[in-house]
């Protein structure tokens, strides 16, 4: 453990991001929405899922520093009368949450799959690339909404929304696997003609073996490389998705679900409800992006385009 | 060459074959033909009879063939909400999302094109430097957010531009086009606008990464060397090799541009495919559904299969050696 810090210490990885303000204040600027979203139930000053203590009378009131504005509800409330920072901190919370476990379901698929493709090759690499070609064609966006209205179509609207934090993890994990198999499966191809596998199939290792314990962990930095791009993709595929009514219901609203809500409102002058859940969104999305750009400088230096 | 476009084809009619084959188990599965052409305030044995005749109690694939023999025909079922054949609305509606990702390519082309070649030829300029940053944030706000700050700012606030529908439109017979009335046209800006907003920051980068690397290529340098002009060596010698790759990533945005309509007509209530679609799936309107699918399918493959065969043609090492 110890050891590990000391090599993290000296690490290349960390000289540079200490070296590189707009790294550091991107994950710092990130740490602070992560912490804020996850300490939601202990610092919101009400509680946006307790039905009880929401009043509709309070319902779109404006931010403080306006004239309607409360002392109670420091951005305003929402068309229900929840306090939209409240709100916003849960929501922000719930995609941050589906963003995270969304990559590392297509991590899994993508992987397992490139490895696959990548180890054997032939037929089966060939089925199962050209499968994520395909997929990839119609674009991930199009692929998880399609997926989703089926799931709606499937389970009915009450159902679909009692598990939606499920399966929007489930949907965009299925749509965007192809990302991770196409690199896993290039930097298989990559390792696998080293000496150092030749050597283990020697041994006589099994195939499972030799892909699991000496080519995926050789093949890792290019996955790294877009995990973090991903998790902004998939919070971005997440908001789309509630936007469109096929993602989180309005009772347990993310960033997405809350900006669709304010939509109704939008037209009539009431902003707020739309534009500081939107404002949260796009910085989250934003300092996602930057942090991928900078692992994507430091991994590899090389593989600079796209 | 002929041999790859052949097994491009036949590449293409098995994807489309797939997607088929999906439509139509989500038709057996979730689709009720009985309800689309009866309704609901219909006795349960005229129902029977009715299944009966429509030979909806087949084996599965007896029912898939039956429903690709259709397809083939330019029959996909009949809506249960418009009550009209599902090809006929979606057809009606296709003009709208034509027009307005044409628009939205347009801005694209002529915003990527010369911005991304300036950021690649003056990589320290500061525009450069605002265009990269701008780009950046581009990317990371969504198009339906974009598409209400949109809206917010000239229709809400300024009332410069109408903030929903197609306006007046011209009717050729058989195409509707917005494009030609004044009304029409400023009902395009805002959701062209906001549809071409995060493919535009997307291809100034790719435009400006592939030209920065043909620039280090060497026969730029003994391009230079040969005394050639600048304006040629950027624009002939470097911007061309430049567009071979950004045709093929090209190809592939042309997708996410028609997910990406779904959200802008949402917004805008743009009588197109993405709004039909949004509707189907509310009103589980299943054939409609299924014939978006396939309707929207068959246009990505056509498009993907064109733009790889074009990209043979126009590529000399692939043209010559004959491998793709």
Request: charge should be positive.
């Amino acid at each position: 453990m110890k050891e590990a810090w000391l090599q993290f210490k000296s690490s290349f990885f960390l000289y540079s991001f200490l070296r590189d303000p707009v790294a550091i204040v991107s994950f710092l600027i990130f740490l602070v929405l992560v912490i804020l979203s996850f300490l939601a139930p202990a610092i919101a000053p009400h509680d946006p899922y307790d039905l009880a203590a929401i009043d509709i009378m309070d319902a779109e009131l404006p931010p403080v520093w306006m004239a309607e504005g409360e002392n109670r509800f420091l951005l305003g409330t929402d068309g229900q009368g929840r306090d939209l920072y409240s709100t916003i901190l849960y929501g922000m919370r719930t995609s941050i949450i589906i963003g995270i476990l969304a990559v590392l379901l297509q991590a899994f698929l993508g992987i397992c799959i490139g490895l696959i493709a990548g180890y054997f090759g032939g037929l089966v690499d060939n089925f199962l690339m050209r499968l994520a070609d395909i997929q990839l064609s119609f674009s991930t966006l199009l692929v998880a909404i399609i997926i989703g209205a089926l799931f709606q179509t499937a389970f009915g609207v009450e159902k679909y929304e009692d598990f939606s934090l499920i399966l929007l993890i489930i949907i965009i994990g299925i749509a965007e696997w192809p990302q991770y198999a196409r690199t896993m499966r290039a930097s298989v191809l990559a390792e696998r003609k080293k000496e150092y596998v030749e050597a283990a199939r020697v041994i006589g290792l099994k195939s499972g073996r030799i892909m699991w314990r000496h080519i995926f962990p050789n093949a890792l930095s290019p996955i790294l490389v877009i995990s973090t791009v991903q998790v902004a993709n998939a919070v971005m595929s997440e908001a789309a998705l509630s936007f469109l009514g096929l993602g989180m219901p309005i009772t347990k609203p993310s960033l997405g679900a809350l900006i669709n809500a304010g939509f109704e409102y939008f037209i009539s002058g009431i902003w707020w409800i739309t534009a500081f859940p939107g404002f949260v969104l796009v910085i989250l999305i934003f300092v996602i992006n930057l942090l991928g750009d900078w692992v994507r400088d430091v991994l590899n230096p090389k593989l600079y385009k796209h | 060459m002929f041999a790859f476009i052949i097994r491009r084809t036949i590449q293409a009619i098995l994807v489309m074959l797939i997607i088929s084959l999906i439509g139509f188990s989500i038709k057996h599965q979730f689709g009720d033909p009985v309800r689309d052409l009866l309704g609901v305030s219909v006795s349960e044995a005229e129902r029977e009879a009715l299944r009966k005749k429509l030979g909806l109690r087949d084996p599965f694939f007896t029912q898939y063939f039956r429903f690709l023999k259709n397809a083939v025909k330019g029959d996909l079922g009949f809506s249960f909400f418009y009550k009209k054949p599902a090809l006929e609305v979606i057809l009606k509606k296709t003009p709208a999302t034509i027009e307005l990702v044409f628009a939205s390519s347009l801005i694209i082309i002529l915003g990527s094109v010369p911005i991304g070649i300036f950021a690649a030829i003056r990589p320290q300029h500061w525009l450069t430097k605002v265009f990269m940053g701008l780009s950046l944030i581009g990317v990371s706000i969504p198009v339906f957010l974009t598409a209400i700050m949109l809206i917010y700012i000239f229709a809400v606030t300024l009332h410069w531009l109408p903030s929903y529908g197609r306006g007046d439109l011209l009717d050729l017979g058989f195409w509707q086009t917005g494009l030609l009335t004044l009304d029409g046209l400023s009902h395009l800006i805002m959701p062209a606008t906001a549809l071409s907003s995060i493919m535009l920051p997307l291809f100034i980068r790719l435009i400006r990464s592939e030209m920065m690397e043909v620039l280090q290529a060497e026969y730029i340098k003994f391009a230079w060397a040969k005394g050639l002009k600048r304006i040629r060596i950027w624009f002939v010698h470097a911007f061309k090799n430049t567009l071979l790759p950004v045709i093929t990533v090209g190809g592939v945005q042309l997708g996410i541009m028609i997910a990406f309509t779904i959200l802008t007509e949402t917004v805008f209530q743009w009588p197109g495919l993405g709004f039909l679609f949004l509707e189907a799936v509310q009103r589980a309107d299943t054939t409609l559904l299924v014939a978006y699918l396939i309707v929207v399918g068959a246009f990505f493959v056509i498009t993907n299969t064109v733009v790889d065969i074009i990209y043979v043609f126009i590529n000399p090492m692939v043209r010559i050696t004959g491998k793709a």
